[in-house]
């Protein structure tokens, strides 16, 4: 995973706010950097809404536990969740009190994947799905081994 992941990717996001019954839009790139224990995610955009348009970002950090394992941080180095491969795909969940998240990764081919977040609770209603594109191909894909 950690070979797959390596490298530039495009990034589109929506995000539909149920509750505010708004669309969001994210367009920017995400660059999975060599990090000593696995890899630095940067995350860099713009993200629209109600027709205004604002700089975005989010750093995290990918650690690898095996081949097929990642435990993901956020940048103060708390954990946010982990994920196991099934073939092409990973679930995620994460608790934040009072709301949970569930996330879907499905890894489509050696050039795109998706990432899908559903959030519920009694402060949040929402869901994301993000699309990544390679635009900086890493050194293997994870598709090849299944």
């Known amino acids: 995973m ?23 839009h994210f367009v920017g790139e995400a660059r999975f950097l060599a990090a000593d224990d696995g890899l630095d995610y940067k995350e860099t955009g713009i993200l629209t809404l109600n027709g205004q348009a604002h700089d975005a970002a989010q750093i995290n950090r990918w650690i690898f536990t095996a081949d097929d394992t990642a435990e993901i941080r956020f940048a103060d180095d708390r954990t946010f ?59 293997h894909s994870l598709l090849s081994a299944n």
């Open 81 to 139: 969740h982990h994920i196991t491969l099934d073939g092409a795909k990973a679930s995620a969940e994460h608790w934040c009190p009072p709301d949970e998240y569930r996330g879907t990764y499905i890894f489509e081919s050696p050039t795109r994947w998706h990432l899908t977040w559903n959030v519920a609770g009694p402060r949040k209603d929402y869901s994301s799905r993000s699309n990544f594109a390679r635009l900086h191909r890493g050194p």
């Open 2 to 24: 950690r070979d797959y992941l390596f490298g530039t990717w495009q990034i589109e996001r929506e995000i539909h706010d149920r509750r505010a019954d708004t669309i969001a």
